[in-house]
Structures are given as C-alpha cells and as structure tokens.
C-alpha cells in the first residue's frame, strides 16, 4: 500500500464497532467500491472496544485481541487503510501493528499519557474534539502530540459540542477555528446527531440530520468526512439510531463531492 497521506478529500467510515468479521468485511467491500467510484481515499473505521458506552450492560466490542484480526483481515482482502480507537496507553503498540489511524476518543482528547503512546507509534492520529472543549482549546492536544513525535501526523475531527440536556450542537465556526493548528480537519457527521444517553441507558440519535451536517460541513471547508455506516442500523449493536444505512451512504457522499466541488 502507497503512503498513507490526507491531501484530498477524503471519507473515513465504517460500523461503529467490529461486530463480526462478516459484518466488517461486507461494510468495507462496499466502501471500497465507492471509493473506487469517486476516486475517492477511504479509511474503514471499527472499534474493537467502546469504553465509553452508557451502560455497563451495553455491548463493547470483541475485545483487543479479536478485534484487531478483525481489522486486519479488512485490510488484506480489501487493502483499505484501518483506522480504531484506543482508550489505554498500553493498547497503542497493539493497536498500531493494524491500524494505519489510531482514534483518540473525544472524552480522552487531553489524556497525556494516551496522547503520547499514540504519537510514539508512528502512525496518524485522529483526536476528536471533546464536546466539552472550545475549538481553540485543541491548540494543547495538538502542542501536546507534536512535542511527542507526531509532527505532520494528525487529524482532528468536529463531533459537536455538549450543552447537557441529552443534545449536541455543531458549531460550523469550529472547522476554519481547528484548520488552523495546520491539521487536516474532519466532520463527523454521524457522532454529531446522536443524543447521549437519550434512551436512558443507552445514546439516541436523529439520522434525518447527517446529510444537511454534512453538506453545511464540506462548505465550511471541511478535509474529509467520518460517517458511520450499518447494513441494519436497528440492528446495531451499538450507536444504531445515528448511523447512514449503508445502502444509503453513496448518495450523502455525492452530494457532499458535489458541494465540495462547487466551495473548492
């Protein structure tokens, strides 16, 4: 595979996490066909843990070990690059003989030591603001990932901000604010609808407002987009009210292709 490098538009998508290899391989055939369609670079994004979930009875993940194969057998048959959250200093190491993007959670986004092992890898890293932080606050995280190695490796990803009350509210002023630390920015376009812990003991999330996010986004100027993406989202065992159906993801890219060829 050629060096991973971000200088076009591109897509990162996926399941939210790796529920099976079937599940994982059928999501990423798709995605690589539309890349291919649009010349389009695409990341596979899945989680092998999601440590922050509601409710301790709510579904994880498969676990590190099982996970990153996982990931690894996307990346060999469809020759996607892979991205996957980590949510421990110890897990990088692993995570980073996978992964080609190692995420940093948004409720993680100023952990240190996380910061740190991410940057030592080697490999890009994606930060998603915390929806508790003003845009200008990623300043630190950025100063923070560079003074340990990462220079000319980091993304930094729009997920909204938390005013409490079950909501998140983007704040499109927040794109040209993060492009600014000279990093290539994205939109999350999923995360962004969700309502957390809207259903009590798990998150909600209103997938009628992905694609307007996602035009308004790609206007605002935008690098690439992250969208979840689920053949079944009812059936998704995590963060389903807010993921794309997959058979619904090719028309939101064109339209944002087409609002980013008109905004360029």
């Known amino acids: 595979m050629p060096r991973l490098t971000f200088d076009r538009f591109f897509l990162i998508a996926g399941p939210c996490v790796a529920e099976s290899r079937a599940l994982c ?4 055939r798709a995605l690589a066909r539309l890349g291919r369609a649009h010349r389009l670079p695409v990341v596979f994004k899945a989680s092998y843990d999601k440590a922050n979930r509601s409710s301790h009875r709510s579904f994880r993940g498969t676990g590190l070990s099982t996970g990153l194969a996982i990931l690894r057998a ?16 110890e ?24 910061l740190t092992a991410a940057a030592k890898t080697g490999r890009w890293i994606n930060v998603k603001k915390g929806p508790f932080l003003a845009p200008e606050d ?105 993921m794309v159906p997959l058979r619904d993801l090719p028309r939101l890219i064109e339209t944002a292709l087409r609002v980013r060829a008109a905004v360029v």
């Open 74 to 89: 996307v990346k060999e048959e469809t020759d996607l690059p892979i991205l996957t959250d980590i949510h421990l200093p």
């Open 138 to 242: 990623m300043g630190n995280v950025v100063a923070k990932l560079r003074a340990a190695g990462a220079r000319g490796r980091i993304l930094l990803t729009e997920r909204g901000a938390s005013f409490g009350y079950h909501n998140l509210v983007v704040d499109f002023r927040a794109i040209p604010i993060l492009r600014g630390f000279g990093c290539p920015v994205i939109f999350d376009a999923t995360h962004s609808v969700q309502r957390p812990g809207g259903l009590g003991d798990r998150s909600g999330g209103d997938v009628r407002f992905v694609p307007p996010l996602a035009r308004a986004a790609v206007a605002a100027g935008c690098d690439g987009l992250f969208v979840e993406t689920h053949p079944q989202p009812g059936r998704a065992l995590s963060d389903g009210p807010n």
């Open 25 to 28: 391989l059928r999501v990423a």
């Open 91 to 114: 897990e990088a190491v692993a995570a980073a003989e996978v992964a080609d993007v190692l995420q940093i959670p948004a409720f993680l986004c100023r952990q240190t030591d996380l």
